[in-house]
């Protein structure tokens, strides 16, 4: 089964600092590659999602993700960071249809 | 329905009661994922359906917790003499497969569940 890391938990940034999250998962098969956010009070909600094609991705409010498959990373980058980005952000990896997440990083933009 | 749909959003359960937990998937979506999210923590999978197949039930803590679903309908998580440690977030998600399985999974608002 497939698993993913997501390191430093905790993130506290400043207005317009730039963002970067990692994720690594370990799977030697074929996968998407999805970044969640779970804003405060909010369900979970697609970022971006890689399947096949450009590993440079595009999401919603400025967000990408770049995958590199020979280092079974999926970055997700956001160049300057709004106080409305504060929220939760957790990486998945679905290969075989099992769908796993990392433990998230919670991410807290000080105005 | 437009999205996943989950009921109850608040359980407050006594220690040693059953409680389910229900999920509608978006119509149409063959595949459903049951997932638990304790504070502070990321999501933890416990079991996926897809269509008639057997279910992956490895992510299950305990033989107290056990899911059924009907073909692709509705999904019902039932735990058994809940313990303090199950208080958490249970999350459903669904997602197409096959000719559709270039989607995301779509996730309902989830059942907080507190074992008092």
């Known amino acids: 089964a497939q698993s993913v890391s997501q390191h430093n938990h905790h993130v506290i940034l400043s207005e317009a600092a730039s963002l970067e999250l990692g994720c690594n998962y370990s799977?030697?098969?074929?996968?998407?590659l999805f970044w969640y956010v779970q804003y405060p009070g909010q369900h979970l909600q697609l970022l971006l999602k890689?399947?096949?094609?450009?590993?440079l991705v595009k999401g919603i409010k400025g967000f990408e993700a770049e995958f590199i498959k020979s280092k079974f990373s999926f970055n997700l980058r956001k160049p300057s960071v709004q106080w409305s980005d504060t929220a939760e952000y957790f990486c998945?990896?679905?290969?075989?249809?099992?769908?796993?997440f990392g433990k998230g990083n919670q991410v807290v933009v000080i105005p | 329905g437009a999205g996943v749909s989950q009921s109850p959003s608040n359980k407050v359960t006594e220690k040693g009661k059953d409680v389910e937990l229900r999920c509608d998937p978006i119509?149409?979506?063959?595949?459903l994922y049951w997932y638990r999210q304790r504070l502070g923590q990321g999501l933890e999978f416990l079991i996926y359906?897809?269509?008639?197949?057997?279910?992956?039930k490895s992510g299950l803590p305990s033989d107290r917790f056990s899911a059924e679903r009907t073909g692709e309908s509705v999904s019902t998580l039932t735990i058994q003499r809940t313990q303090q440690e199950d208080s958490a977030v249970y999350l459903c998600?669904?997602?197409?497969?096959?000719?559709?399985?270039?989607?995301?999974?779509?996730f309902g608002q989830g059942t907080r569940l507190t074992v008092v």
């Open positions: 799977y030697g098969g074929t996968v998407n």
């Open positions: 359906f897809q269509g008639n197949s057997a279910p992956d």
């Open positions: 119509s149409g979506h063959t595949a």
């Open positions: 998600a669904s997602t197409g497969t096959g000719v559709h399985r270039n989607t995301e999974a779509f």
């Open positions: 998945a990896v679905r290969g075989n249809n099992r769908l796993a």
């Open positions: 890689y399947f096949s094609g450009d590993p």
